[in-house]
């Protein structure tokens, strides 16, 4: 079920933890304080990169820092977000790195497309075109420094930290054009392709799934994080996320074993085949004593 994927979606959860720990900032959203993690969970279900933040800390610095530090050899060319997840900026730097940024637009009827040329002319869609058409003048000019990011001779992360304090700065400047050409050409194809919203859909659907999961699993101590130790908070998290893992490789076993017995392969159909997942939980208890034989094991 597991093979070389190249895709995942990412997205943050929020998980209350005491005020006192400096991360924990208020949510308005969920009227409480907590911190916020963010996962990257690849798109068979398996999560290859967490981390603990502050909630107003960029989703999408964090996205691009899953993307480059996560704990696989796996090659990633295609990350799906929510309209948090992506910035213009963020549609730079993931070129630029070499991934694809595929966004579920939340307000797409607000999205602006941008011309290649002030010359170019396109009435019917003029509601939608931005009126300055992109600066390529720019993007030339600062060319050694988007290099710089692509061929890793600078650190990403404290590339977008740098711009988030001066966005006046031309290298800044300049992303945001290249960006700009990104996100158009995503928005056409976004809105062009049907099976391209069903498959940005389906890889948000996984990693919602895995956030269930996490309220299932992570449920002692009222669900909250009660140490404000820095380091706690990432051992829990780690530990959630190892407790997941696990799950989803337990289920993955199951489930294989029952594929591999002809009356199940006869009973399911392709939608049946379609939907088989192994983020389900319905079937284990959270509770009480776990007794394990260490004499036996499921076959491999």
């Avoid at 996205?63 to 992506?86: A, S």
């Avoid at 003048?137 to 710089?148: F, H």
Wanted: hydrophobic letters at 35%; aromatic letters at 10%; charged letters at 25%.
């Amino acid at each position: 079920m597991f093979s070389n994927f190249a895709t995942e979606p990412s997205d943050s959860s929020r998980v209350v933890a005491y005020d006192q720990n400096l991360r924990t900032q208020w949510f308005p959203r969920y009227r409480g304080p907590g911190v916020s993690v963010y996962w990257h969970v690849e798109e068979k279900s398996m999560c290859i990169y967490s981390q603990v933040n502050a909630p107003n800390s960029s989703e999408v610095a964090a996205m691009l820092h899953g993307l480059l530090n996560h704990d696989t050899d796996k090659e990633i060319d295609r990350n799906y977000v929510d309209t948090h997840g992506q910035s213009t900026v963020g549609f730079a730097f993931c070129h630029l790195l070499g991934f694809e940024l595929l966004p579920r637009f939340k307000n797409i009827q607000s999205q602006k497309l941008y011309k290649v040329s002030t010359t170019d002319c396109y009435e019917n869609l003029s509601p939608v075109i931005a009126k300055r058409a992109i600066n390529w003048d720019l993007i030339k000019r600062q060319y050694n420094d988007a290099t710089a990011l692509r061929v890793n001779t600078a650190d990403t992360e404290a590339i977008l930290k740098q711009f988030s304090k001066n966005s006046s700065h031309p290298t800044f400047l300049a992303f945001q054009e290249l960006g700009k050409v990104i996100k158009t050409m995503c928005l056409c194809d976004y809105l062009a392709s049907e099976q391209l919203r069903k498959e940005i859909h389906s890889g948000l659907n996984t990693v919602e799934s895995w956030h269930s999961a996490s309220d299932f699993i992570f449920y002692g101590q009222g669900g909250e994080i009660r140490r404000n130790e820095l380091e706690e908070q990432e051992v829990a998290m780690l530990s959630l996320q190892l407790i997941q893992n696990c799950i989803i490789y337990i289920n993955t076993l199951i489930i294989q074993q029952l594929l591999s017995e002809d009356e199940w392969k006869d009973r399911l159909d392709e939608e049946d085949y379609r939907a088989l997942t192994p983020m389900i939980y319905s079937h284990i208890n959270p509770y009480g004593e776990f007794h394990l034989d260490m004499d036996k094991r499921m076959p491999i």
